[in-house]
């Protein structure tokens, strides 16, 4: 029987593998549209999946991204010793999903994984960066802008909800890396180019 910390990394390991797959890229290949890594902004998310291919392409791109934050969390808060060990394992989808080892970890921005590891993993946080999400792209009808600033406020969103320390940070990163994967758009939110 293995014991249980080698579980633990298995699930973590098991997570970044599966969120290195890319539901843009695969539904590109069975549905017969461009590679979104080839057009557009050239970033293979729902987002670009919509300009290139239209609504029902960009909603299965983002449901396929969203369950591969959502399932090894959901799986992992049942399995695993630890909360710890739950969002180190939404965090290493997050990654597998930006860095994917599938595609030379040039991958996407992790908007939709991020919000299914936040939804599985506390589901009140998780409705309020939706919630946040939502209003943004209402009023500006930017979704970089909705996703910068849902993100960003997530970890406050949970600490203040009373989530440890330690699981804050993490959230943190995550921010931060997500940020980082938006330059691009932030600063053609600053020039005033972005759409």
Avoid at 7 to 26: E, P, Q
Avoid at 95 to 113: D, M, N, Q, S, W
Avoid at 126 to 148: E, H, R, Y
Avoid at 164 to 186: C, D, E, K, Q
Wanted: positive net charge.
């Amino acid at each position: 029987m293995p014991s249980p910390e080698l579980i633990d990394l298995l699930f973590i390991a098991a997570a970044y593998l599966l969120g290195s797959f890319s539901s843009a890229i695969a539904l590109s290949r069975i549905m017969g549209f461009a590679d979104p890594r080839s057009e557009g902004s050239r970033n293979p998310g729902a987002t670009n999946v919509m300009r290139i291919a239209g609504k029902k392409a960009a909603a299965l791109t983002l449901l396929g991204d969203m369950l591969k934050g959502l399932l090894p969390v959901l799986l992992a808060t049942q399995a695993l010793t630890h909360p710890w060990w739950a969002a180190l394992t939404g965090f290493a989808a997050f990654l597998g999903h930006c860095y994917p080892i599938y595609y030379r970890f040039e991958g996407g921005k992790g908007v939709a994984t991020a919000i299914g590891f936040i939804v599985a993993f506390d589901w009140i946080t998780g409705l309020a960066v939706i919630a946040t999400w939502l209003i943004v792209a209402k009023l500006f009808k930017l979704s970089s802008l909705a996703a910068l600033l849902a993100f960003a406020l997530m970890p406050v969103i949970f600490y203040l909800l009373g989530g440890t320390l330690g699981i804050t940070l993490l959230m943190a990163t995550m921010s931060l890396i997500m940020i980082w994967r938006h330059r691009s758009n932030i600063q053609r939110l600053l020039s005033g180019t972005e759409d």
